[in-house]
């Protein structure tokens, strides 16, 4: 564990970082609901276990000599790619499966995660705090 | 930011809306209006289409309108001797406008435009909870 930045905050800004991905991806499913030919898209679903593995023991490339390339990929962070969403249950005539109710429910939902994480980010904060000294 | 580009790409969702809503509201407003002078077509009903168009500078796939165009089906000729735009027959066209189709595609646009207004309103209230983290 480092103590710059412990495990518990990284992942917690992993899952932060994921929502807020999530909500661009619906934003674009809904924008486009009326677009013909549309596919809807959706992001593949967090896997907490091997986040939470490879916050604690990813490593970063390091540079030794002045031929290496440095890693583009830090510690902690995962690859986030929208993919064509198979679990549509309606499409319409003009070849566009974005279900609305179905979306409307993914928003609400993400916007419920990402307080969940933001508010244990808050707590923990207030741990550090009460370290710290101050009254918060 | 993701949260600022939901917006941007939701934003762009109620702009399309808002062009759809002009062309209803073309379209209801035209719909007795018949040819200026004899002969005249009269007003012919548009119609508009969308297309998903990628923002090279946020990756994301925004909404633009692709064309407004127009409906090329028949008018509706009704039999009024008595007005001034009647051909030799005692006939006149009228536009080829449907207003029960218009008020359902009003009702559409109106049902999208508020899907993507609560994508914004949902992006906020993320946005203000992670701005409170800092309090």
Known sequence: ?136 | MDLIDTIHISSSGLKVQQDRLKVVAQNIANSESVGNREGQAPYRRKTISFKNALDKETGAQMVQTKKVGVDKSDFVKKYEPAHPQADAQGYVLYPNVNSISEMMDMREARRSYEANLNVIESSKSMLSQTISLLR
Do not use: W
């Not at chain 1, 800004?13 to 924008?31: D, F, P, S």
């Not at chain 1, 990929?73 to 609305?100: C, I, Q, Y």
């Not at chain 1, 928003?107 to 244990?120: E, F, K, R, V």
């Open chain 1, 1 to 136: 564990m480092d103590l710059k930045e412990p495990a518990l905050n990284t992942m917690m800004k992993g899952h932060m970082k994921y929502m807020a991905n999530r909500q661009k991806v619906l934003a674009q499913n809904i924008a486009n609901i009326d677009t013909p030919g549309y596919k809807a898209r959706e992001l593949k679903k967090l896997d907490f276990g091997k986040m939470a593995s490879s916050a604690n023991s990813q490593l970063e490339m390091r540079v030794t000599a002045p031929s290496h390339l440095n890693g583009t990929l830090k510690a902690g962070s995962m690859a986030l790619k929208s993919d064509k969403d198979r679990n549509t249950f309606e499409t319409t005539p003009t070849e566009n499966n974005v279900v609305l109710e179905d979306q409307m429910g993914k928003i609400s939902d993400t916007g419920a995660q990402y307080q969940l994480s933001s508010s244990l980010m808050r707590k923990f904060t207030g741990l550090y705090r009460k370290a710290a000294g101050s009254n918060q």
